[in-house]
T-cell receptor, first 113, second 116 residues
């Protein structure tokens, strides 16, 4: 099993550009989520999904869109990148909500200039 | 509302010293789950332990131990006889019924630096 994969590993965008961060898991996990990690702030939840076709907002959803058309994939779209979105982004998956530990991808380091 | 506080930003120790990481949480629920994750310098996040709110037994796994005390809303983590490989950022996290159990709330993390 590859676990949780994320692409790209690094990305530089100019302000106003859009892009999609890819996330895939091969563990048949129902729950998937996106976090951003900023210095001194831990990981903050952007969006999450409890199954194909179901998504919901986390703590910091503004400026990001998600969709979940399959169990395996959970892409994160930046609609119009801003310097405040410079961060490290992690995708995670788990068997379910609540009691289940999350498995994290390797992360994407995004810089918006 | 969920809240996790890791008041220690960074702890520096010399190899073989013990180090204790503090985690204090807030929740209105009686059923909840607490987690610890490790993030080594390579950047990936690794799950270490999960504890549910009804199990207050302390746990030991090798050099790692965890002390869960509901009376003080704390879930502290101790590394005994630290090693250089323990250098990492450690995160405490809380899952409760907020938004139908959909959200895992992380603390800000504690950076542990172990020098030889």
């Amino acid at each position: 099993n590859a676990g949780v994969t994320q692409t790209p590993k690094f990305q530089v965008l100019k302000t106003g550009q859009s892009m999609t961060l890819q996330c895939a898991q091969d563990m048949n996990h129902e729950y998937m989520s996106w976090y951003r990690q900023d210095p001194g702030m831990g990981l903050r939840l952007i969006h999450y999904s409890v199954g194909a076709g179901i998504t919901d907002q986390g703590e910091v959803p503004n400026g990001y869109n998600v969709s979940r058309s399959t169990t395996e994939d959970f892409p994160l779209r930046l609609l119009s990148a801003a310097p405040s979105q410079t961060s490290v982004y992690f995708c995670a998956s788990s068997l379910g909500r609540g009691a289940y530990e999350q498995y994290f991808g390797p992360g994407t380091r995004l810089t918006v200039t | 509302a969920q809240k996790v506080t890791q008041a220690q930003t960074e702890i520096s120790v010399v190899e073989k010293e013990d180090v204790t990481l503090d985690c204090v949480y807030e929740t209105r629920d009686t059923t909840y789950y607490l987690f610890w994750y490790k993030q080594p310098p390579s950047g990936e996040l690794v799950f270490l332990i999960r504890r549910n709110s009804f199990d207050e037994q302390n746990e030991i796994s090798g050099r790692y131990s965890w002390n869960f005390q509901k009376s003080t809303s704390s879930f502290n983590f101790t590394i005994t006889a630290s090693q250089v490989v323990d250098s990492a950022v450690y995160f405490c996290a809380l899952s409760d019924s907020t938004d139908s159990w959909g959200k895992l709330q992380f603390g800000a993390g504690t950076q542990v630096v172990v020098t030889p």
